[in-house]
């Protein structure tokens, strides 16, 4: 039996125009963060996006999730195009849909408590009573490693991998059906970096996820990713498993990604 994927990117592309240059015919510089992308995510399985900075692998996310309108090609979702959705059908892909990014501080609203951080997801998606959604947060601190007390505080008053586990807590109280990772733990100190990767490992098991893990450590990727995208200047140059792309690389830009890597710290 075939199996169909979760998430698809088909034939994805994303232009920018970087400046006019009046002196040549009104002429535009135009970038290509991404360039004819195909590729998908199955079901309970974690692919990883590795590549480079300024490779399109932040800009493929942001596709995949609807949080920009590709140039061309289409994003499909439990294999229905979303590319087009208004922004209230956005609004119920997204329950299923889940990010989470680098910068651990910048996705949380300093001026609010965490309760409510966790909380308004809940409301904006009409999920529980008051108490029920109380409960669903104390719940999910707990599986991120963290104490009922913290819902009172403020995050400037947690550290990065607090915050992290915050943001994962986050994007977890919905039950969404995939994560995209983009570079989750690249901004955390190297020793808590292992913490947030057996962390989101371990939910992944609990709560049946599935990930779309975004990075340019290809030691990173190679612990946590069943199957490994490679990304250069937009366009996916290799993939496959993991072991695969990690043990024979194929592409000469996948070798010299590998030759660049220290020695793993996450085995």
């Given at each position: 039996?075939?199996?169909?994927?979760?998430?698809?990117?088909?034939?994805?592309?994303?232009?920018?125009?970087?400046?006019?240059?009046?002196?040549?015919?009104?002429?535009?510089?135009?970038?290509?963060?991404?360039?004819?992308?195909?590729?998908?995510?199955?079901?309970?399985?974690?692919?990883?996006?590795?590549?480079?900075?300024g490779?399109?692998?932040?800009?493929?996310?942001?596709?995949?999730?609807?949080?920009?309108?590709?140039?061309?090609?289409?994003?499909?979702?439990?294999?229905?195009?979303?590319t087009?959705?208004?922004?209230?059908?956005?609004?119920?892909?997204?329950?299923?849909?889940?990010?989470?990014?680098?910068?651990?501080?910048?996705?949380?609203?300093p001026?609010?408590?965490?309760?409510?951080?966790?909380?308004?997801?809940?409301?904006?998606?009409?999920?529980?009573?008051?108490?029920?959604?109380?409960?669903?947060?104390?719940?999910?601190?707990?599986?991120?490693?963290?104490?009922?007390?913290?819902?009172?505080?403020?995050?400037?008053?947690?550290?990065?991998?607090?915050?992290?586990?915050?943001?994962?807590?986050?994007?977890?109280?919905?039950?969404?059906?995939?994560?995209?990772?983009?570079?989750?733990?690249?901004?955390?100190?190297?020793?808590?970096?292992?913490?947030?990767?057996?962390l989101?490992?371990?939910?992944?098991?609990?709560?049946?996820?599935?990930?779309?893990?975004?990075?340019?450590?290809?030691?990173?990727?190679?612990?946590?990713?069943?199957?490994?995208?490679?990304?250069?200047?937009?366009?996916?140059?290799?993939?496959?498993?993991?072991d695969?792309?990690?043990?024979?690389?194929?592409?000469?830009y996948?070798?010299?990604?590998l030759?660049?890597?220290p020695?793993?710290?996450?085995?």
């Amino acid at each position: 039996m075939t199996r169909s994927y979760l998430l698809e990117a088909k034939q994805l592309s994303k232009t920018f125009t970087l400046q006019k240059k009046f002196f040549f015919g009104g002429q535009r510089d135009v970038l290509k963060a991404v360039n004819h992308v195909s590729l998908g995510v199955y079901e309970g399985e974690t692919l990883g996006i590795v590549g480079e900075s300024g490779c399109g692998k932040s800009t493929l996310a942001r596709l995949l999730t609807c949080l920009i309108k590709p140039t061309a090609g289409r994003v499909l979702f439990k294999g229905e195009d979303i590319t087009n959705f208004t922004k209230e059908q956005l609004t119920a892909v997204r329950r299923d849909i889940q990010m989470i990014f680098q910068d651990p501080y910048a996705s949380l609203d300093p001026r609010k408590r965490v309760f409510q951080l966790l909380a308004e997801p809940l409301a904006i998606h009409h999920i529980g009573t008051k108490s029920e959604r109380e409960q669903m947060v104390f719940d999910v601190l707990e599986q991120v490693g963290l104490q009922k007390a913290h819902a009172a505080r403020y995050p400037h008053e947690f550290s990065g991998g607090q915050c992290q586990r915050l943001n994962i807590a986050r994007a977890l109280i919905l039950q969404p059906k995939i994560i995209i990772c983009d570079e989750p733990v690249s901004a955390l100190d190297v020793s808590i970096q292992a913490q947030i990767l057996n962390l989101l490992l371990d939910l992944q098991q609990t709560n049946h996820l599935t990930y779309l893990f975004i990075s340019h450590d290809l030691n990173v990727v190679r612990y946590f990713c069943d199957r490994i995208a490679v990304m250069n200047m937009g366009e996916v140059v290799e993939s496959g498993p993991s072991d695969e792309v990690y043990g024979a690389p194929k592409d000469q830009y996948t070798r010299k990604l590998l030759a660049a890597i220290p020695k793993p710290i996450y085995e």
